[in-house]
């Protein structure tokens, strides 16, 4: 479990934490000696990767999520795409499943500062290592709203001609909320609801990512990124009218400092704006300890029983 794994000295991912083979050891494995040296022989030849690759692959898998769903949302508002909030919230869950199952191996696919801190709150990294790599998720982040801006920027100024907004003024927001940072539906919730709103939805998917990508765990390996990805479409499905289902700083702040840059000025800092990372790495912090403290109890129960 996860205090296990801190304690032996293993980074704890979001994508995977080992490729096993599904066995125990090879002596366990079905297939013969051919198939044992096979896997023996693919563990000793496993890579091993810098931290500037591990770093390009955060930035890089943080980017994907950004361009993939934000993109989508985008495509919608200023590019009139019928499409409706299911398949965005599929957008989203894809994006995640995709940019996992790409940088997994290389950087561990933390791809949310909110995930980094929670894996740092539960030992599995050391705070030196993690703030890099959430330098590297927002800058990925940043990058891949600036492409959207690029693509769309057209749409938007369009949108703002015909709904009368006018670009850095109070209320501006309205015109890149959703698609760039996030602003709560006025009419469901105010700051403090939109806190416990963005908290739970990220204490419930960080759980989830403990528990799918423990290697003690009965979830076959290579269907961690998927999961994850449904796991984020349903959050996103659900929460998504209420708050925007952020869940992941960098995907608010990046693309918030892109429209702060791009005439928005002060005005890309909507009211509780802060939500939308204060509430991610609480939540996530939460999440990850709860199922630290489960499967804790759970590894304890089972040793008193032998």
């Not at 022989?41 to 770093?55: I, L, Y």
């Not at 993690?130 to 492409?147: D, H, K, N």
């Not at 501006?172 to 416990?196: C, D, E, K, N, Y």
């Amino acid at each position: 479990m996860l205090h296990h794994l801190a304690r032996r000295g293993v980074q704890v991912t979001l994508g995977t934490l080992a490729a096993t083979g599904g066995c125990i050891s090879v002596a366990h494995c079905e297939g013969g000696g051919d198939a044992a040296a096979a896997l023996e022989k693919k563990k000793k030849k496993k890579k091993t990767f810098s931290d500037a690759q591990k770093w390009c692959a955060e930035a890089l898998g943080t980017g994907m999520i950004v361009g993939g769903g934000c993109g989508t949302v985008c495509a919608m508002r200023y590019a009139a795409h019928p499409i409706g909030p299911l398949a965005i919230g599929a957008a989203f869950g894809g994006a995640v499943a995709l940019a996992v199952y790409a940088t997994r191996d290389i950087s561990g696919a933390h791809l949310n500062p909110a995930i980094t801190a929670a894996v740092v709150s539960q030992g599995g990294m050391s705070a030196a290592d993690a703030l890099p790599y959430v330098g590297a998720q927002m800058a990925g982040a940043t990058a891949a709203a600036g492409i959207n801006y690029a693509v769309y920027a057209k749409g938007i100024a369009a949108l703002e001609a015909k709904e009368g907004i006018v670009r850095g003024a109070a209320g501006s927001g309205a015109s890149f909320g959703g698609a760039f940072g996030m602003i709560p539906t006025a009419a469901l919730v105010r700051t403090p609801g939109a806190l416990l709103v963005e908290t739970g939805a990220t204490a419930a998917l960080a759980f989830l990512v403990f528990a799918m990508t423990d290697e003690e765990s009965s979830v076959p390996d290579g269907a961690a990124p998927a999961l994850i990805g449904l796991t984020v479409a349903g959050l996103a499905t659900q929460y998504g009218a209420v708050t925007g289902a952020g869940m992941n700083p960098a995907r608010d702040l990046g693309p918030r400092l892109v429209t702060a840059l791009t005439g928005w000025g002060a005005a890309a800092l909507s009211s509780g704006w802060w939500v939308y990372t204060l509430g991610p790495v609480v939540g996530a912090c939460a999440g990850g300890a709860a199922y630290t403290a489960l499967s804790k109890a759970q590894d304890e129960s089972q040793q008193a029983e032998q």
